[in-house]
């Protein structure tokens, strides 16, 4: 038996990531509705078109959602999952993915937005958050929050609402990614910045 994510762009259903049962293979493939309303393709390596997608072209997409080499290693030892595992660590964390992308179990459809799925970060919190990136890479598990950046740096997905650092959970979008300094790495935050 397959296990099945429903796949969003922009909060709209694009179609399924599948992991077949026997192989581990991940398969995808577009929701004939979405083709039919002549929405835009999640990728140029994966076209609108009907049929499935499988192999190297799909690992390669929906890993690409996920964090790279150390950052990925301890999300996914924090969350108990293989980190070669891209399907479950999705599963885990694929809420709210770079270019509006958004992965759920099969039939759950994504939050509606509302006040209550943003919260206002004081320096306390914000400091707080900040400390807690170190056990928790990307807030994994962390009060609703299913949140998935690319890249070998710490940092998490934020909002900014009237000059304030929020974080958004649910289908409230973020607006900034907010990076820490990197622990002995001198001036990685004026390297940002450049």
């Keep these: 038996m397959n296990r099945i994510l429903d796949v969003y762009l922009h909060e709209i259903y694009a179609g399924q990531l599948f992991m077949s049962h026997g192989s581990a293979e991940l398969l995808f493939s577009y ?7 002549g929405n835009p393709s999640l990728s140029v390596s994966l076209p609108l078109g009907e049929g499935t997608y499988e192999g190297n072209v799909v690992k390669a997409f929906f890993s690409g959602l996920l964090p790279d080499d150390i950052l990925r290693h301890r999300l996914a030892r924090f969350l108990g999952i293989s980190e070669r595992n891209t399907f479950t660590l999705l ?56 949140m998935s950046l690319a890249g070998a740096q710490e940092k998490i997905a934020v909002s900014v609402r009237d000059g304030k650092i929020a ?12 990076k820490p300094p990197i622990g002995d790495l001198r001036d990685s935050v004026q390297n940002e910045t450049q």
């Design 31 to 37: 929701d004939a509705r979405y083709l039919e309303a």
């Design 91 to 146: 599963e885990a964390v694929g809420g709210e993915c770079a270019g509006a992308v958004s992965l759920y179990p099969q039939g759950v459809e994504p939050p509606e937005e509302s006040q209550g799925d943003v919260e206002i970060l004081d320096d306390r919190k914000l400091s707080r958050i900040l400390k807690l990136l170190k056990q928790r890479p990307l807030l994994a598990d962390y009060d609703g929050l299913r």
């Design 167 to 178: 974080l958004a959970r649910g289908a409230v979008p973020t607006s900034h990614i907010l």
